[in-house]
């Protein structure tokens, strides 16, 4: 089996049931494994919430290291429609060629690095330097910045093992802090000055609501982009045909794009909590309990994808939902769509082969499934054209 692959450990339950059970930390977790049930149920606000306690939809549940809410992620309409239209426009930022420009130095400077050197651990010396350099664009703070938050690792709730970790958590909560006091006092054009001089419905938005917002941005496109990056240079290494193909062809690099987010799905699921009694796939859902929404079931589910479990770099039709789906679309998708296109075009103009010389697997225990997500790391070389 190549190393590159990530399998579907979902594809019976989908077939069989469409659900799939987890427990978490004593509060259980339905599956939803199929992509209309998905679909329907990321559109159905009412009854399936996001904005229940802070931390409780996520999986696995981070009620006991915080008690911020994630803004406009943890919040419903039509409150979610007012955050959105607030924060949206500086997400769309990416798309102005100014930033596309700088996105682009900055990937081709760490691809040249990792082309000059023997080998490379990709996971922390590749894409979470380039995760984090990217951050600063998109947050339009200094790029020194970037090595303070490479410092944290690859996951900003988690330490060295799997479990979430409270006091790791606290380190990103006070950095924030400190830097919306920064910005209350000597206001500049980042992202933090712009969220305080905001106004929603003719107030201002709370110091609490700006570090929703951060809290957001930092952890939501972290492991999520690292996950990403590390699992397509995974990929290309084992098929250098492709990585030829996208020079040859570069036109079809936004579609490759988002065959990979398929593929690859950084995020496995994401939950919502059940307000009423009500059923899923047939099967009975209490009010308070909590369903997922297993964007990584989902985007194999062969029912609408072709070949779902191969990667069709000019795929046709591609309704994932890598991205999430419906009001609550990753908000931080235009900046990761960037940085991948970016990303595979600087690959294909400049590598001719990637060599795997040493790997670990990143496996989520999702009690019934196990799931590879990516890489603990993943050691290669580079190789020029």
Same mark, same amino acid.
């Given at each position: ?6 399998? &579907? ?14 427990? &978490? ?15 329907? $149920?990321?559109?159905?606000?009412? +009854? @399936? ?8 939809? +996520? ?13 406009? @992620?943890?919040?419903?309409? #039509?409150?979610?429609?007012? !955050? ?15 930033? %596309?420009?700088?996105? $682009? ?20 010396? /590749? ?13 339009? $703070? #200094? ?26 958590? =606290?380190?990103? !909560?006070?950095?924030?802090?400190? %830097? ?5 006092? =000597?206001?500049?054009? &980042? ?43 995974? !990929? /290309?290494?084992?098929? #250098? ?6 020079? &040859? ?14 593929? /690859? ?25 909590? +369903? ?12 609408? /994808?072709?070949?779902?479990?191969? +990667? ?49 697997? =990143?496996?989520?225990?999702?009690? %019934? @499934? ?11 070389? @580079?190789?020029?054209?």
């Amino acid at each position: 089996m190549k190393k590159s692959k990530l399998a &579907d450990p979902f594809e019976q339950a989908r077939l069989e049931s469409g659900i799939g059970k987890m427990d &978490d930390q004593n509060d259980p977790v339905t599956m939803l494994l199929r992509l209309k049930d998905v679909r329907k $149920t990321a559109h159905n606000w009412k +009854v @399936f919430q996001s904005g229940a306690k802070p931390g409780r939809i +996520v999986v696995p549940s981070e009620v006991n290291i915080r008690d911020t809410r994630q803004i406009p @992620f943890e919040v419903d309409p #039509p409150e979610h429609g007012d !955050y959105r239209k607030l924060v949206e426009p500086w997400f769309k930022r990416p798309l102005e060629a100014d930033y %596309q420009a700088a996105l $682009t130095k900055q990937i081709n400077e760490i691809v040249d690095e990792a082309l000059s050197l023997d080998d490379i651990e990709v996971v922390s010396d /590749f894409s979470l330097r380039l995760q984090s350099r990217a951050l600063t664009l998109l947050l339009n $703070t #200094p790029y020194s910045e970037a090595d303070t938050w490479i410092g944290w690792g690859t996951h900003v709730f988690r330490s060295e093992g799997d479990s979430l970790d409270g006091d790791k958590a =606290n380190i990103l !909560y006070d950095y924030i802090d400190e %830097q919306i006091e920064r910005a209350s006092e =000597n206001p500049s054009d &980042d992202l933090y000055s712009v969220l305080l001089n905001s106004e929603l419905n003719g107030r201002k938005l709370t110091k609490e609501e700006v570090k929703g917002v951060m809290i957001l941005t930092f952890a939501g496109g972290r492991d999520t982009v690292i996950n990403a990056v590390t699992n397509s240079i995974a !990929y /290309f290494a084992e098929h #250098p045909e492709s990585l030829a193909r996208l020079n &040859d062809e570069p036109e079809i690099t936004g579609k490759a794009v988002e065959e990979l987010i398929r593929y /690859f799905s950084p995020l496995t699921h994401m939950g919502r909590v059940v307000t009423e009694d009500t059923q899923v796939c047939e099967h009975a859902a209490k009010a308070d309990s909590r +369903v997922s929404l297993c964007w990584a079931s989902a985007n194999r589910d062969a029912s609408v /994808f072709e070949n779902p479990n191969e +990667v069709v770099l000019d795929r046709k039709l591609n309704p994932h939902v890598g991205f999430g789906f419906s009001h609550h679309n990753c908000l931080g998708a235009t900046h990761a769509r960037q940085i991948m296109q970016i990303l595979l075009t600087s690959l294909a103009q400049k590598v001719k082969s990637i060599d795997i010389l040493d790997y670990e697997e =990143n496996i989520e225990d999702l009690d %019934q @499934f196990k799931r590879k997500v990516g890489y603990e790391k993943i050691k290669v070389k @580079f190789n020029p054209k």
